[in-house]
């Protein structure tokens, strides 16, 4: 079906300076995309006396003679922050609860390798 240019703009269309037509809503927008309706604003946290329980800060740090890859490292600690959590040594280990560093330290000889832990705790908010 072919429309003239005056049925386009009863329709909503806008003539853009190429001399395409695009609806009024994305009428000059290159490519444009829906967007997503607006998130509800979130509601004020409850006024009281109860306070976050301390998050804790765990950093590990590994001193050997071969660094490993970032990911590699980390991915090999989940074993020993688990032993920490059984041994109640550390809450959890979840994100809201620890913050969890991973460092590396490059040493000379295998005699200096050696795997330090580190767990601080900081007041409740």
């Not at 444009?32 to 976050?52: H, I, M, S, V």
């Not at 329980?53 to 740090?61: A, Q």
Request: proline share 9%.
């Amino acid at each position: 079906m072919n429309w003239t240019h005056e049925q386009l703009r009863q329709l909503g269309y806008r003539q853009n300076p190429d001399g395409s037509f695009s609806h009024t809503t994305t009428a000059g927008l290159p490519h444009a995309k829906p967007q997503p309706a607006p998130r509800p604003a979130l509601d004020d946290p409850p006024k009281g006396e109860k306070t976050r329980t301390p998050r804790t800060s765990l950093v590990i740090t590994r001193h050997a003679v071969r660094l490993l890859d970032a990911d590699n490292f980390a991915g090999g600690c989940k074993p020993l922050i688990d032993q920490l959590r059984y041994a109640k040594l550390i809450e959890d280990d979840d994100p809201e609860t620890i913050e969890i560093l991973f460092r590396q330290v490059k040493v000379k000889t295998k005699k200096e390798e050696l795997t330090q832990i580190e767990i601080a705790t900081t007041g409740g908010l």
